[in-house]
Nanobody, 124 residues
Framework: QVQVVESGGGLVQAGGSLRLSCTAS????????MGWFRQAPGKEREFVSS????????LYADSVKGRFSISRDNGRNTVYLQMNNMKPEDTANYCC?????????????????WGQGTQVTVSP
C-alpha cells in the first residue's frame, strides 16, 4: 500500500521560514514525481510545487516562485518543501502527493496518493 506522510507544519511569523517533509512508502520513490498542494479555508486546493523523479526537475506556482524550494532525498524516500519569506496568504493545509509519473506535473488529477496534510499558519 502506497502511503505519504507529511510533517513540519506550524505557526510562523510573516517573513519567517518553515520546512515541510514528506516521506513516501510502497512504490519506487526514485521513479515517482512528487507534489505539494495547499488548501486554505473556503478556497480551492491549489498547486504549490512538484519535483520529477531521479535528479528531479522542479515546477513552482507563480505565487511561491523565488520563496519556496522543493527538493528530494531518494535515499530517505523523502521530499522537502523549504518555505522562506512567508506571507499570511501562505496559510493553508499543505498536502504531499505521489504520482506514478516520472515527470513533474502541476495537475492534481495526475496524483493518485495523497497525505493527510500539515497545517501551516503565517501570522502578520
Amino acid at each position: 500500500q502506497v502511503q505519504v506522510v507529511e510533517s513540519g507544519g506550524g505557526l510562523v511569523q510573516a517573513g519567517g521560514s518553515l520546512r515541510l517533509s514528506c516521506t513516501a512508502s510502497g512504490r519506487s520513490f526514485t521513479l515517482s514525481a512528487m507534489g505539494w498542494f495547499r488548501q486554505a479555508p473556503g478556497k480551492e486546493r491549489e498547486f504549490v510545487s512538484s519535483i520529477g523523479g531521479g535528479a528531479g526537475r522542479t515546477l513552482y506556482a507563480d505565487s511561491v516562485k523565488g520563496r519556496f524550494s522543493i527538493s528530494r532525498d531518494n535515499g530517505r524516500n523523502t521530499v522537502y518543501l523549504q518555505m522562506n519569506n512567508m506571507k499570511p496568504e501562505d496559510t493553508a493545509n499543505y498536502c504531499c502527493a505521489s504520482t506514478r509519473r516520472f515527470t513533474e506535473t502541476p495537475y492534481a488529477k495526475d496524483y493518485d496518493v495523497w497525505g493527510q496534510g500539515t497545517q501551516v499558519t503565517v501570522s502578520p
